[in-house]
């Protein structure tokens, strides 16, 4: 049975480089992640299939099955050998806009590898927006709270 962990969510993000952001656009990278999957190519669920549908493992030795997608965040555990990860992936998340390209990395034309990877530019860049503007709202009401009690006395 297929569990979801997490929705798309800005605060549980890490603070990391857009080129490290990159790092899992790559179905190749993707694919390298899945060393303790424990799925192999006689079963649906494998590792090639998982890097295509936009999965990438990321659980710990406890979790060998939780892995997420590099595109909506979504991560997902509870994998059956028979799954279709690209199947799993529309059910739990019909908004990703990487499904819209319904094929492995090498299928794709040229107009649609331009399409997907500057949607996915804009998506880190505003998440990276939207951070700063946290940290800077967080910076100000903290300022604001001190300024409030060293008025006070
Ligand atoms: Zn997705």
Redesign the pocket.
């Known amino acids: 049975m297929i569990g979801c962990r997490t929705d798309d969510n800005i605060s549980n993000e890490k603070d990391i480089s857009v080129r490290d952001a990159f790092h899992y656009y790559w179905e190749e990278n993707r694919l390298k992640s899945f060393t303790n999957w424990p799925f192999s190519d006689k079963n649906q669920c494998n590792p090639k299939k998982m890097a295509q549908a936009?999965f990438y493992a990321c659980g710990s030795k406890d979790e060998r099955d939780l892995a997420k997608?590099?595109?909506?965040?979504?991560e997902l555990d509870g994998w059956e050998p028979d799954d279709d990860p690209w199947l799993e992936?529309s059910k739990h998340?019909k908004n990703?806009?990487?499904?819209k390209y319904n094929g492995a990395e090498d299928d794709l034309t040229v107009e649609e590898h331009t399409e997907l990877i500057t949607t996915y530019f804009e998506n880190v860049l505003n998440k990276k927006v939207a951070s700063v503007q946290a940290k800077i709202q967080k910076d100000f009401n903290e300022t604001l709270a001190t300024a409030k009690s060293v008025k006070k006395k």
């Open positions: 936009g997608c590099f595109f909506c965040n979504k992936h998340s990703c806009i990487f499904l």
